[in-house]
């Protein structure tokens, strides 16, 4: 009885549907990922169930193991899939490879949300050392928070619990509870923002464009609805008004219920203003002028994509005050590399001075880029002492990633993001060998 017991039921695959309706396909990647996983089949029995109203039918299945059984079955009418594997830890351990095994399958089935029950089976002695690990029962839920950042890779993490979930009438939003990073909010299936790490994004995201600035006053932000990005802005005491422009109120809503630590109660600041509606239309209509603009923005391959177009940049090139600069993010260069050399070409064709950042952003599992844009101000050429001055008089402290020594670093890209998101004069102008003879 001593052992493992982990059952998932898996929503909405986005995995090849011949996984789902074809026995071959299903039964050989149960074979290899139980090989993979070292536990030994013993036995394995499958049934294809008959098509319905014209549709395929699902497969139902069972492994036979020494250790125990790995049992699926696939619903292809609704493109889910559930789970069940169990090991005896009774003479042995096989955690390990009872979680390789379930988490490999998670993977090839690509599941856009899933349930996850981690049983913990044994006497009761066995049940008081696991109660750490679980609640009363020995069951401790979770749930795999998934984020595909092409169509062959993807980043996750473990959430204890999923604090709420409304479906919008824009997309569906989330937030979960994870041991890694805090509260995670997470849009349509896509990580946003977490507790734990937001540091990274929000911080570079603001203050590298904002310390350029000889003294911003009026900032747009575009999105950023958890708050993170405008009160990194506030920090700068010349800031008067931040007019924030937002699609969903829902996202608003669950923010301030949820990620206070995020936002530090930044949407009782009466110098922010928060419109609700369509930030393209809002940067059509309006008339006011603008320090900077952030786009603060979910991912470019996302129903936003037209906020990342030549046509959107020209529209913030118009609002933007003489002197003013736009920042926001290009996507990852490894595994978007597409995009990311669309959208700082579209910059290019815009902006005088177009200024990509690269970091890693632990939330998102990848090298990041940023891009500062702007037509008469080149963050690159403020010094690090200059900045580190601006600091102080602007009393900017508490800061857990960016600094004025940092700020080179930051637009101090690798070869192949140069390549990708600058001009190539500018690429080859900025290579270790040139930046070294010029050095010297």
Partial sequence: MQGLHLTGDLFECGCSAALLTDLEALSTLCRDATNEAKLTIVDEKWHVFPQWNGQPGGITGTILLAESHLAIHTWPERRGVTLDVYVCNFTEDNTGKAEQLFDDLMVAF????QVVNRIIRGDLANSEKSADA????????????FDWLNADSGYGYTASAKLEEIQSPYQRVEVYDTPQFGKLFRLDGRLMTSEGDEFFYHECMTHPAALAHPNPESILVIGGGDGGSSEELFKHPG????????????????????????HKGVFDDPRLEVRI?????YVKATQERFDM???????PDTPAFHLYSEEFFRMCQRILKPGGMLTLHLGSPVYQADTVRKNAANLGKVFRHVAPMSLFIPLYGSLWCLAVASDSIDPRSLSADALAQRMIDRRIDGLRYYYAGLHQALFTLPLFVQEMTLPPSSAAGNSPRVQQLRAA
């Fill in 239 to 262: 800031v008067k008004r931040i007019v924030m422009a937002e699609l969903d109120p829902v996202v608003i809503d669950i923010s301030k219920k949820w990620l206070g630590s995020i």
């Fill in 293 to 299: 603009i952030v786009l603060d923005l979910t991912d």
């Fill in 277 to 281: 509606g369509d930030g393209f239309e």
């Fill in 134 to 145: 679980a609640p009363a029962g020995g069951v401790a839920r979770s749930e795999l928070i």
């Fill in 110 to 113: 690509r599941p856009t949300s």
